[in-house]
């Protein structure tokens, strides 16, 4: 008896290995992308939870649409819409369990085995799985210090169009780089040229610092005259990831395909949760919390940029405006990984930078000298002495 192919290519992440050695020990953990546990709005998701069972139960807890709660797609459309997307309606919108679920469900109505994606390389490695899971080819462009190198982007495009390209415009896991609206505006212009998909990937965009503001941050779905980019925004960075509520927004021919491939996936995204966001949205939690947020993690930011300059002087990083994220280039002939085990011994713990590359034509030596360090999750404090060891 035989497991699938499909099952066979899966490979275990390294992200995830590094969590489970350090799940239930005492350490000072840079290594996750998490929101800080002191952000989760639990008092008001407690105060709304309670209403909603009360007076919505049979609405609440009852199978729902699977394009979506209605009114939350009503809340999130006019939300986009203020994010510089003016003609996104509820027919362009689809709900998902996270933006992990986004990903693969678009991976799965834009892929063909064989297919041909591009995305930044280091890159999110839960895209780059859910794309090589589903059989495409997965090939790096270099991110420079704003945003991918568009010239490599554009003769990979004239040797062979790809599929589809994936892209975090915002304060990118891991490399942290906010891409200039010029940027933006290129590749939905060479997209639209050679007819291939952007896929826009906006997790970290409210999170953005004193040096950056909302015209920063603009999708790069502004951009787009011909409908060929596919945007999704998760509320787990600025809410609670574990509600799992995320959106995806396209041309509502491409919702239906999502809606269809969402249906034999999970059916629909919690009713429960959806109701919970939307509420929290429409009474005004979310836009009066993201100033709070903001601060926070820049504090941790800038905490981090301190504790970088005294203790590894000899490593090269671009300050991140946004998101939770600081990429670190060290000194040549560095081995992140070795230095990883006696980091955990010590109570540290990181991520080696190598597992975020993507595709073949990458130096492993220049790999290797990489890390990525998150500041989202330890206190300034620990931020420090961590840093210091
Ligand atoms: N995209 C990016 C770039 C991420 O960093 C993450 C979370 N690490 C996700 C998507 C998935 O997040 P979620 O499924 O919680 O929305």
Same mark, same amino acid.
């Given at each position: 008896?035989?497991?699938?192919?499909?099952?066979?290519?899966?490979?275990?992440?390294?992200?995830?290995?590094?969590?489970? #050695? @350090?799940?239930?020990?005492?350490?000072? &953990?840079?290594?996750?992308?998490?929101?800080?546990?002191?952000?989760?709005?639990?008092?008001?998701? %407690?105060?709304? #939870?309670?209403? +909603?069972?009360?007076?919505?139960?049979?609405?609440?807890?009852?199978?729902?649409? =699977?394009?979506?709660?209605?009114?939350?797609?009503? =809340? +999130?459309?006019?939300?986009?819409?203020?994010?510089?997307?003016?003609?996104?309606?509820?027919?362009?919108?689809?709900?998902?369990?996270?933006?992990?679920?986004?990903?693969?469900?678009?991976?799965?109505?834009?892929?063909?085995?064989?297919?041909?994606?591009?995305?930044?390389?280091?890159?999110?490695?839960?895209?780059?799985?859910?794309?090589? $899971?589903?059989?495409?080819?997965?090939?790096?462009?270099?991110?420079?210090?704003?945003?991918?190198?568009?010239?490599?982007?554009?003769?990979?495009?004239?040797?062979?169009?790809?599929?589809?390209?994936?892209?975090?415009? $915002?304060?990118?896991?891991?490399?942290?780089?906010?891409?200039?609206?010029?940027?933006?505006?290129?590749?939905?212009?060479?997209?639209?040229?050679?007819?291939?998909? +952007?896929?826009?990937?906006?997790?970290?965009?409210?999170? *953005?610092?004193?040096?950056? &503001?909302?015209?920063?941050? +603009?999708?790069?779905?502004?951009?787009?005259?011909?409908?060929?980019?596919?945007?999704?925004?998760?509320? &787990?960075?600025?809410?609670?990831?574990?509600?799992?509520?995320? %959106?995806?927004?396209?041309?509502?021919?491409? @919702?239906?395909?999502?809606?269809?491939?969402?249906?034999?996936?999970?059916?629909?995204?919690?009713?429960?949760?959806?109701?919970?966001? $939307?509420?929290? @949205?429409?009474?005004?939690? *979310? %836009?009066?919390?993201?100033?709070?947020?903001?601060?926070?993690?820049?504090?941790?930011?800038? #905490?981090?940029?301190?504790?970088?300059?005294?203790?590894?002087?000899?490593?090269?990083?671009?300050?991140?405006?946004?998101?939770?994220?600081?990429?670190?280039?060290?000194?040549?002939? =560095?081995?992140?990984?070795?230095?990883?085990?006696?980091?955990?011994?010590?109570?540290?713990?990181?991520?080696?930078?190598?597992?975020?590359?993507?595709?073949?034509?990458?130096?492993?030596?220049?790999?290797?000298?990489?890390?990525?360090?998150?500041? &989202?999750?330890?206190?300034?404090?620990? @931020?420090?002495?961590?840093?210091?060891?």
């Amino acid at each position: 008896m035989d497991y699938s192919a499909f099952a066979q290519r899966l490979q275990p992440s390294a992200i995830r290995s590094v969590s489970k #050695a @350090i799940h239930g020990k005492k350490v000072i &953990s840079f290594a996750g992308g998490m929101p800080h546990p002191s952000t989760f709005p639990h008092v008001e998701l %407690a105060a709304l #939870a309670a209403e +909603v069972l009360e007076t919505r139960s049979a609405e609440a807890l009852q199978y729902g649409q =699977t394009q979506g709660y209605q009114p939350l797609l009503e =809340t +999130v459309s006019g939300y986009l819409r203020g994010r510089g997307l003016p003609g996104i309606t509820t027919d362009n919108l689809l709900i998902a369990a996270g933006s992990q679920q986004a990903l693969d469900l678009v991976g799965r109505i834009l892929i063909d085995a064989g297919d041909l994606v591009l995305m930044e390389s280091p890159g999110y490695p839960g895209a780059s799985a859910a794309f090589a $899971n589903l059989g495409a080819r997965v090939e790096g462009i270099p991110v420079l210090a704003d945003g991918p190198d568009l010239d490599v982007l554009e003769e990979k495009v004239r040797r062979e169009v790809p599929k589809f390209f994936y892209t975090t415009p $915002n304060f990118a896991n891991p490399a942290g780089v906010l891409v200039s609206m010029e940027k933006r505006k290129k590749i939905a212009e060479m997209a639209e040229r050679h007819g291939f998909w +952007v896929v826009e990937d906006d997790a970290y965009g409210e999170l *953005f610092f004193a040096e950056a &503001s909302p015209a920063d941050i +603009v999708p790069l779905k502004a951009f787009d005259q011909s409908g060929c980019v596919i945007y999704m925004q998760t509320f &787990s960075k600025t809410i609670s990831p574990g509600l799992r509520v995320a %959106a995806i927004a396209a041309p509502a021919a491409a @919702i239906e395909r999502l809606e269809m491939t969402k249906q034999v996936a999970d059916m629909f995204t919690s009713s429960f949760t959806q109701i919970l966001v $939307n509420e929290f @949205i429409v009474r005004g939690h *979310f %836009a009066a919390r993201l100033p709070a947020l903001r601060s926070l993690y820049q504090s941790r930011r800038d #905490a981090m940029d301190q504790a970088l300059r005294a203790n590894f002087p000899e490593a090269r990083w671009v300050t991140p405006k946004g998101g939770f994220f600081f990429w670190l280039e060290m000194p040549e002939g =560095t081995d992140t990984q070795a230095l990883l085990a006696p980091a955990l011994d010590s109570g540290v713990a990181f991520m080696p930078g190598a597992c975020f590359f993507v595709g073949h034509n990458v130096d492993p030596s220049q790999a290797a000298r990489t890390i990525r360090l998150a500041y &989202s999750r330890e206190s300034e404090a620990d @931020i420090a002495r961590g840093l210091a060891q």
